[in-house]
């Protein structure tokens, strides 16, 4: 039973930290957006 439960605690750290990395990556790709629009305005 100890086996299982340690297994499940590990599972839910792995999960915090792929949310938290979709996150981050999000934020960075809307920052990357962001800048992107700006260069069109800038060209036209």
Known sequence: MEKKENKRKKRKKKMMKKKERREK???????RCGKRDGYVQEEN
Do not use: F, H, Q, R
């Open 25 to 31: 990556k999000e934020k960075m790709v809307g920052g």
